[in-house]
């Protein structure tokens, strides 16, 4: 069964950075599509990023485009994509979520619905 498990989460004031780390386990993703979203209070879930497991590539929404940055790991943790998010504003806190669907596609916008895996999720805090 697959697994997903977010970590990085924190405090964090304007202007600086986290990374986040999603790790996938149970199953071989040869062709997933893993995604980040992320959900503030009384706000809908809101796609940030998708990374393709056949060949790393990555897929990003505007919003985020320029600030996030996905990446892997391919020789120490192939199962870890990790988010690295830079000049964090306080409207970007929110529960942060990974999400896998395998076989996947990323496509742009990223829509919740099209992810059946999802982890419980980690917090983010921007404030001064």
């Known amino acids: 069964q697959l697994q997903v498990v977010e970590s990085g989460g924190g405090l964090v004031e304007p202007g600086g950075s986290l990374r986040l780390s999603c790790a996938t386990s149970?199953?071989?993703?040869?062709?997933?599509?893993i995604g980040w979203f992320r959900q503030a209070p009384g706000k809908s879930r809101e796609g940030l990023a998708c990374?393709?497991?056949?060949?790393?590539?990555?897929?990003?929404e505007e919003s985020v485009k320029g600030r996030f940055t996905l990446s892997r790991d391919n020789a120490n943790a192939p199962n870890t994509v990790y988010l690295q998010m830079n000049s964090l504003q306080p409207d970007d806190t929110a529960v942060y979520y990974c999400?896998?669907?395998?076989?996947?596609?990323?496509?742009?916008?990223?829509?919740?619905?099209?992810?059946?895996?999802w982890g419980q999720g980690t917090q983010v805090t921007v404030s001064s």
């Open positions: 149970g199953v071989t993703l040869p062709y997933a599509a």
């Open positions: 990374l393709m497991s056949s060949d790393a590539s990555t897929y990003y």
């Open positions: 999400a896998v669907q395998h076989p996947g596609l990323c496509l742009i916008p990223l829509m919740p619905g099209d992810f059946g895996s």
